[in-house]
């Protein structure tokens, strides 16, 4: 009698928490489908813990990063390091993991990789192993990375300041409706050599069974057939990720989440309270904390404002030093945690708004929840995404950004008060059922099937 051959995939994870959630959700969704699941990551920086994914097999993976990296969250350096040292080590795993899937009844279907981790594609090549892409930001945003190379070989840079509110031409054709196209302020910043070079080795890998994104086809259809025609291989939207996993209520965050904040929220009035957290990079400082304190306090509106451990020396101490109108608003409206559950916090009926950096899990979490977003954009992809909001969907805010605490309490009051932030919200609620269709039976829920067919299909 012939033993049915299982499938399993390696998923190969960076240790940075935007790009790690969406893979471990991408992991969740594929067991769900049948497959084995080898999650290969970090052993010592921003580890997932194997306890909380039991259905799971984790291997570490030696990516050679000192402390002095690892402590100085140079995104840049970590990632230039990760594709240099990786190579070795994850070839050595992936050897051995071809050999014990032989003595198991097993095959290694394919290997899935982050976007950032390049040389990657050239190990599974060298292996024969089929391999797949993870796109851990929104199509758009991956699509100024070709505006950029063509503006390069042009001789088009380095942009002059005097362009930055001028459109990008090479974007223009995207056609998305009532929209001019992304200006060249929205572009992430490649303003460095090393940069440039990950750009192009970025943009040169081509992943035999295709790519996946964690988008939703009614978000950015116009931008994902442009992908297509540029990569000339399969492109697969299945996201949100975090949605098609719902069932997997796990937490993947690096650092502890304060579920108190939920109590509080229980006890306030419907769509009245502000969500504030700027992810797990950006901050304000001490100052700006300050000003952000007096907007808020101004606003006359309940706030649930997260300020991550490091952000401050003591937030306690900081608190103590604030004038007392400022406290007892603060007391009265405010709840002040160092770290949310997020997707929770955003499904709350009690949270009307969110005051975000726009990273593009922080995006979606909010989209899928019908959240409009008060934009702050600091770096990468957090401006096309504050773009695709104000001026695309239409349910976020731009604004000055300026950290001055007339300016947060007028904007605050935009979105949670004034009737502009109220048809934010209606549209943010119809686009919230659009997504949630998508999921359920829609676009997403057949480029899933699709993916799985995809998968099989090379390894019958």
């Not at 992943?207 to 697969?236: A, M, Q, W």
Request: contains cysteine; aromatic residues 8%; negative net charge.
């Amino acid at each position: 009698m012939d033993t049915q051959i299982r499938h399993r995939l390696v998923l190969i994870l960076p240790p940075f928490q935007g790009h790690l959630t969406p893979m471990l959700h991408l992991a969740t969704i594929l067991h769900s489908k049948g497959f084995s699941i080898t999650i290969a990551s970090h052993d010592n920086f921003n580890s997932p813990n194997p306890s909380n994914h039991p259905n799971f097999s984790f291997l570490p993976l030696f990516y050679g990063l000192s402390e002095t990296q690892i402590s100085s969250k140079n995104f840049v350096d970590i990632t230039v390091t990760l594709n240099t040292k990786c190579v070795s080590p994850l070839k050595e795993l992936l050897v051995d993991q071809i050999e014990k899937a032989n003595t198991s009844h097993e095959k290694i279907a394919c290997v899935i990789y982050d976007g950032l981790m390049y040389s990657i594609d050239s190990v599974a090549r060298e292996l024969k192993l089929p391999s797949i892409v993870l796109r851990t930001t929104s199509a758009t945003n991956f699509l100024t990375y070709h505006a950029f190379l063509q503006r390069q070989s042009r001789g088009c840079l380095p942009l002059q300041d005097c362009m930055s509110l001028d459109m990008v031409p090479e974007l223009e054709p995207l056609g998305f409706k009532d929209l001019q196209p992304l200006r060249f302020k929205d572009l992430p910043m490649f303003n460095s050599h090393v940069m440039q070079q990950q750009i192009t080795k970025t943009l040169a890998i081509r992943p035999s069974l295709g790519v996946i994104c964690n988008t939703v086809n009614c978000l950015e259809d116009k931008s994902l057939c442009r992908l297509h025609d540029l990569y000339e291989i399969s492109v697969f939207p299945i996201g949100p990720l975090h949605m098609m996993a719902e069932e997997d209520s796990t937490s993947s965050s690096c650092v502890e989440e304060d579920y108190s904040c939920i109590g509080w929220l229980n006890n306030q009035a419907t769509k009245s309270v502000l969500y504030v957290s700027l992810g797990s990079i950006a901050s304000w400082d001490e100052k700006e904390l300050t000003e952000v304190a007096w907007g808020l306090a101004n606003s006359k509106q309940k706030f649930l404002w997260v300020i991550r451990p490091g952000t401050i020396n003591d937030v306690s101490e900081w608190l103590e030093s604030l004038p007392k109108e400022v406290k007892m608003a603060i007391e009265e409206r405010g709840c002040i945690v160092k770290w949310a559950p997020q997707r929770e916090v955003l499904a709350h009926q009690g949270v009307g708004g969110f005051w975000s950096h726009c990273g593009w899990n922080s995006t979606l979490e909010s989209l899928c929840e019908g959240v409009p977003i008060m934009c702050q954009p600091y770096f990468g992809d957090q401006r096309v995404n504050a773009r695709l909001l104000s001026h695309v969907w239409k349910v976020g805010l731009e604004w000055s950004n300026v950290i001055e605490r007339n300016e947060i309490e007028g904007t605050v009051r935009r979105l949670m008060v004034n009737e502009e932030g109220k048809e934010m919200a209606q549209r943010a609620f119809k686009l919230k059922n659009e997504i949630r269709l998508a999921v359920k039976a829609g676009s997403s829920y057949d480029a899933l099937n699709g993916l799985v067919k995809r998968i099989l299909s090379l390894n019958l």
